[in-house]
């Protein structure tokens, strides 16, 4: 939600602990739309509905992409823990 929140064209810093969004989206994500969203082994790409809308809503922005590894200390990521935690609870309170 947070990248639906910026101004086309204002570049930003996205930082991630999971290596698999890193690849997916600076890696991946253009041979998979090119094979009908398909994997380089011909399987499914997993998820890809998540993709594809990270995908559009990526379009028009200038996003950094940073990995950070995951519990290590590192403040902001683990306060992102902290909110993604808060936040699944509460949707599952509901």
């Given at each position: 939600?947070?990248?639906?929140a910026l101004k086309?064209?204002?570049?930003?810093?996205?930082?991630t602990d999971s290596k698999y969004v890193m690849q997916g989206i600076t890696d991946w994500i253009d041979g998979w739309k090119r094979n009908g969203w398909r994997t380089a082994a011909k399987k499914p790409v997993k998820n890809k509905d998540l993709w594809q809308m990270l995908d559009g809503v990526l379009d028009?922005?200038?996003i950094g992409w940073h990995w950070v590894k995951g519990h290590a200390g590192h403040a902001e990521n683990e306060r992102a823990d902290q909110l993604a935690s808060a936040a699944a609870k509460a949707a599952g309170d509901t």
């Open positions: 939600k947070g990248i639906e086309p064209g204002n570049p930003a810093n996205l930082y028009g922005h200038d």
